[in-house]
């Protein structure tokens, strides 16, 4: 192949995998995201297997598109928010991006090294995406942002959410549209139907489908009223000492009035920990609890320092550090609740060891938080175990199996996008929470700083939302949901096996061949 042929393919696949990116979103579009895979294995499809570096080349390319689209927010953060200059903010991003587009790059490579062209291609193609995304999930603390099964809410494959997970609805994704793209090749080169790649299209679309008629999770007889707040407070004016106490006055506005048995403010909506809340504010905040109301704040708290050997937290200031936390206060102003986050964004919530240079070019507030435990206890309101999560722990459906597992029924994620502006990054983390929704039968609460502060049920649909930038509260009656899904019970394990084995047996195939 040519060099210019070459510089085509990568062009062309670079542009798929910007296309692919508008398909997340709080509304995702499933059909562009595989039209877009069609086009991509299309162009490893002919690639023999002798290829593999060209394939690897517009694996790259296409990752290059997917992510300098889909998360082009993070210059945002680093430039208007965090005050690195514009062209080091831009290369980080790309930087970054090249990174994550390794792995698409990977799994192009694996797919025309493992398998001749044909039909063990498809099922090359399905087990190494799936490979590629479950290691861009978890190496390095993980990352699975625009993941390809978040695409495919509200499709024919959504049924698969609750019994196989994120990954397992990517999977069958690509093994629909490999298969597509097969029958398209062999209809317009040979004019014939491809009984075998029919019959995996069918069986994916069979699947996704059959899986969509099951119904998981019980949800209470009861309702439990949840008061979601929305400060809409600008992430340049935050952290302002100047303002901190204002901040506070006005989320007390919406404690006022309604039934609501829990009231949820945004992460870090108090930007000091509880103990250095004014009197002033503590006292007002008193008189507008009532004796069965609760309230639920983002803050950083403080926890004793524990250091254990190997850790990537670099050496902090003082004997005590912060936790990114969700404290539960009462009417008689007690902290009778705690979650203290767990999986911290690196760069952002904690410093990996060696690149404390990077973080000084940025000026992030209360950048180096201590870790939360795996096991924390729920919140209990009547028959209602509430478990939280903050930001964009959601992204990890395993670790919020474990809260499920452990008796939660309600799920309620606190976050501050803020720090994306006005981008898309709020439309796909709504995109996400629904999909977690979905895998785990729980309904999952959203109270965020400027949107998407929504209720989401059980079944993954929004049933109530806010307008973004904009000041307000939400009241979601919740029921609580018992039961477990395949996904609650087993997490990603399932889609794992399934792709190490089909990749194994590939490898057996080919290797004898």
């Not at 999986?343 to 060696?354: A, K």
């Not at 009656?477 to 394990?493: D, E, H, I, K, Y």
Request: charged share 10%.
């Amino acid at each position: 192949m040519t060099a210019n042929r070459l510089a085509v393919r990568m062009g062309l696949a670079a542009a798929l995998g910007a296309a692919h990116a508008l398909a997340f979103g709080a509304a995702p579009l499933w059909y562009l995201s595989i039209a877009c895979m069609v086009g991509l294995y299309w162009l490893c499809a002919e690639e023999p297997v002798s290829g593999g570096r060209r394939a690897l080349a517009v694996g790259f390319a296409y990752g290059m598109g997917l992510f300098i689209v889909g998360v082009s927010w993070l210059f945002i953060s680093m430039h208007r928010y965090g005050g690195m200059p514009a062209p080091l903010a831009a290369a980080a991003l790309v930087a970054f991006t090249a990174y994550l587009s390794l792995w698409p790059a990977l799994a192009c490579m694996l797919t025309v090294r493992l398998s001749h062209a044909g039909h063990t291609r498809i099922i090359a193609f399905a087990a190494a995406q799936t490979l590629a995304e479950l290691g861009r999930g978890y190496l390095f603390t993980g990352f699975p942002w625009l993941a390809a099964g978040y695409a495919h809410m509200d499709g024919p494959l959504e049924g698969l959410a609750p019994v196989i997970g994120v990954y397992g609805m990517g999977a069958a994704a690509a093994l629909l549209a490999a298969a597509l793209s097969q029958l398209l090749r062999v209809a317009l080169i040979s004019r014939r139907v491809d009984v075998v790649a029919s019959g995996l299209a069918a069986a994916a679309l069979a699947t996704g489908v059959t899986a969509g008629a099951l119904h998981w999770g019980e949800p209470s007889p009861t309702t439990l009223p949840i008061r979601l707040v929305q400060g809409n407070i600008a992430q340049d004016l935050k952290f302002d000492p100047g303002r901190t106490i204002s901040t506070m006055q006005a989320y007390l506005g919406f404690l006022d009035g309604g039934t609501a048995a829990l009231t949820v403010l945004p992460e870090t909506a108090w930007t000091v920990p509880w103990e250095m809340t004014p009197p002033a504010v503590a006292q007002a905040l008193r008189t507008r609890l009532g004796v069965n109301h609760v309230v639920a704040i983002g803050m950083p708290m403080t926890t004793p320092v524990e250091h254990p050997a190997g850790s990537a937290f670099a050496a902090p200031a003082g004997p005590r550090m912060y936790t990114n936390s969700v404290a539960v206060i009462d009417h008689q102003l007690r902290v009778v609740a705690r979650y203290d986050k767990r999986h911290l964004v690196p760069f952002g919530e904690f410093v990996p060891l060696g690149f404390r240079w990077f973080v000084d070019l940025m000026h992030i507030p209360l950048g180096d938080f201590a870790r939360g435990s795996n096991r924390q206890p729920a919140l209990v309101i009547g028959d209602a175990a509430i478990a939280f999560n903050i930001c964009y722990e959601d992204l990890f459906g395993e670790e919020l199996a474990i809260q499920v597992r452990d008796g939660a029924g309600i799920l309620i994620n606190l976050s501050n996008i803020a720090w994306f502006g006005q981008s898309h990054a709020l439309g796909q983390h709504l995109g996400i929470a629904r999909v977690r929704a979905r895998e785990l039968a729980r309904p999952m609460l959203r109270a965020t700083n400027t949107g998407v502060t929504a209720a989401i049920d059980h079944r993954g649909q929004v049933t109530a939302a806010l307008e973004v930038h904009a000041a307000g509260a939400l009241i979601a009656q919740a029921r609580a949901v018992s039961g477990l899904t395949p996904f609650a019970r087993f997490g990603n394990t399932a889609a794992l096996l399934l792709s190490l084995t089909a990749i194994a047996l590939l490898a057996w195939t080919h290797r004898r061949a």
